[in-house]
């Protein structure tokens, strides 16, 4: 049987603890990875306390997963970029069930997308969409209600990375 690799092996460990009830242990550990450079091999690590120490965004929108409206909050995506001098033309992003989906980086605007670390105020299990979801102000515009927008609000976030 193959070797998980580490931080691998720590998502998987931390959704299950969110599947079994154990969100106050998950959220306080939950790490979003972040490989700022193509052939970067040891990434960034941010916790949820490190990116709330970030600038933040909020907002409220309806989505197509979530009833009524929502207010998510956390760091716009462009501002967590910027604190780890990323280098790369597009932005990776991967969820804790290997759902991955490629972002230019020239379409990243100043305040939108946001790495949601809440959401209603309250950090998000991984029942809930969490431990970080890329979200856009959905109703703000028509633009972020299209295909492209949808596909690329992956929930369940784990790691970013930069892409030549």
Same mark, same amino acid.
């Given at each position: ?28 550990a939950a790490v979003l990875e972040l490989h700022s450079k ?9 916790? !949820?306390?490190? %990116?709330? &120490? ?6 409220? /929108?309806?989505? #197509? ?11 716009? !995506?462009?501002? %967590?970029? &910027? ?6 033309? /597009?932005?990776? #992003? ?7 989906i490629s972002l230019p980086i020239d379409e990243?605007?100043? &305040? ?53």
């Open positions: 049987m193959p070797i998980l690799h580490h931080s691998r092996l720590t998502a998987s460990i931390l959704a299950c603890m969110w599947l079994q009830g154990a969100p106050a242990i998950a959220q306080s193509p052939s970067q091999t040891e990434p960034h690590h941010f916790s !949820l306390e490190g %990116l709330d &120490e970030l600038h933040q965004v909020e907002f409220s /929108t309806t989505t #197509l997963w979530t009833d009524g409206t929502v207010t998510f909050s956390g760091v716009p !995506l462009k501002a %967590l970029l &910027e604190e780890v001098e990323f280098q790369g033309q /597009t932005v990776e #992003l991967v969820a804790l069930n290997d759902y991955s990243i605007e100043d &305040e939108v997308p946001i790495v949601a670390t809440r959401m209603d105020g309250a950090p998000m299990s991984v029942r809930m969409k969490g431990p970080f979801w890329l979200v856009f102000p959905y109703d703000r515009h028509p633009k972020y209600r299209t295909d492209t927008m949808y596909a690329r609000s992956i929930w369940q976030l784990f790691r970013i990375k930069a892409v030549d």
